[in-house]
């Protein structure tokens, strides 16, 4: 794709960060067939391509409006086109430089922009989202039912193991996870110190970032970045091997934290070390599948039941993992039923599905679909977000893949 950016932001680093991408665009359009807005719109505006056009349009000095905001806005951020994408368009980066550039030219409604500052705000200070979410279970039985199916039930989290272990690993201990369900990271941790691998929470981490990032308060995610550095640390310094996340949207993030902190002096290095400690638990656990096809090997008890796995985009397209998570059910006994169009988003991302309801919720109609069409007894994932969004669409139980496992290691 030939560019022609404008003098004001061609010589800055996300100028020729963004030529770069658009210059890998061949216009050859394999993206839309994996474009969830697109399938269900049918708007080129609502596909990667349209979207590579109108971000490129912005960048050479064109008008934009908030109609252009609108078709950026509209994007799941999901990746798959990143996944099909022959020429490797690195789309995900171009658009949070899009959506920036646009952020600063067009003024969002005041609803909207507060509703925005909001969600920031609450969702990513867990000290005040707990709170909130605690209520909103108390009165759960109150609320209209199409209110009452998006608070999340209780998941108590139980007993943390004590550091026991020569290898020590750090876990991401995140913001709305914690408060809606504590048993994830607890889970992790407990199969882990079967596996001699202790896993370490860290006080004074907290939030990704990637709520603040993904609309548009870079400064604000960075703040974010730099507090879990400063959280993680010394304990880098004295010997954990990794840092593990459970939640695969905050892994991505993770992982992009060299990049996004590339340009700041005193973070640049300690990022750049971090993303390269990164692992997501999938990739811990795939690393030990010989002990654990041991300790299942062993086992006298019938198998598990029928499992259906639902990929999280950040999984499959972002972090691009694929196959290890369905093993390792696979290892613990689970039958895996199959899910038609697996490769297409839930519908959660993130906080989507709160700012494009109409969207998300065509999206989670399909997904639940799919994912029960093979008549599973409990559905599986590997992010809170996607967890949360399922089971208010979904009659089946809907855990985090690593419950299941730890369910059968205790034999259940």
Known sequence: MQTNLADSIKETPEGKEADEILRKCVHCGFCLATCPTYQLLGDELDSPRGRIYLIKQALEGAPVTRKTQLHLDRCLTCRACETT???GVQYGRLLDIGRN?????????????????????????RPLFSPLLKIGRAVRPLLPDAIGVKVPTSRPGGAWPAPRHERTMLVLEGCVQPAAA??????????????????????????????????????????????NIDAWWPSIETGAEAVVVTASGCGVMVQEYGHLMRRDPDYAQKAERISSLFRD????????????????????KPKAGKAAFHS????????????????????????????????????SAGTYSLLQPDISKQLLANKVKALESGEPEVIATANIGCLMHIESGSTKPVRHWVEL????????
């Open 101 to 125: 550039l646009v952020e600063a030219r067009v003024r969002r409604p005041a609803v909207s922009k507060v509703t925005r500052t909001i969600l920031r705000k609450v969702l990513a200070n």
């Open 182 to 227: 504590p048993s994830i990271n607890a889970s992790a941790a407990r199969v882990l110190d079967s596996l001699g691998i202790s896993l370490i929470r860290i006080k004074g981490g907290g939030c990704c970032g990637a709520i603040a990032h993904h609309m548009n308060a870079h400064e604000e995610a960075f703040n974010h970045i730099r507090r």
């Open 85 to 87: 994408c022959p020429s």
């Open 405 to 412: 496992i730890e369910e059968r290691l205790a034999g259940g």
């Open 281 to 300: 638990l999938s990739e811990v656990m795939i690393a030990e599948k010989s002990e654990l096809e041991k300790i299942f090997g062993q086992r006298t």
């Open 312 to 347: 999280p985009c950040s999984l499959q397209h972002g972090l691009k993992i694929r196959g290890a998570v369905e093993s390792l059910l696979i290892i613990a006994g689970y039958r895996l039923t199959p899910v038609p169009d697996s490769h297409l988003c839930c519908g």
